[in-house]
């Protein structure tokens, strides 16, 4: 094997494993879009599946400017759940006010004691 054999098949590599990022890429923005009907969406893949090089062209110069546009919103849609998430486990949807009251009512009916209403007191106003 030559010198030139192993830089041709590191090219061929580098270019199959560019060729799979574009087509996962494109595939990912066709199932994101929700204005695209489900008709456009299937002849978008069948074109990918038997024409694939001129099809991700085409695609890239049609709706190339839009996928950005639609993984920007993707990922603030997930970051917005993934906080909510996050302060309902936490708590932290509550004023530290509502949770000392909470932590009282607990106290005074016996359920904690008084170091743990100190805790939680504590806890609320960090």
Known sequence: MSFWDIVW???ISFAFVAYLMVMFSIITD???DRETS???KAVWIVALIFLPLITALVYLVARGGGMSERAEASA???KA???AYI???AGGSKAPTEQIAEAKAMLDAGVISQAEYDR???KALV
Do not use: C, P, S
Request: charged residues 40%; without cysteine; hydrophobic residues 50%.
């Open 38 to 40: 489900g008709v456009v």
């Open 120 to 122: 939680l007191k504590e």
């Open 76 to 78: 603030l849609e997930a």
């Open 81 to 83: 759940r993934q906080d």
């Open 87 to 89: 302060k309902e486990v």
């Open 9 to 11: 098949f590191i090219f």
């Open 30 to 32: 066709l199932f994101r």
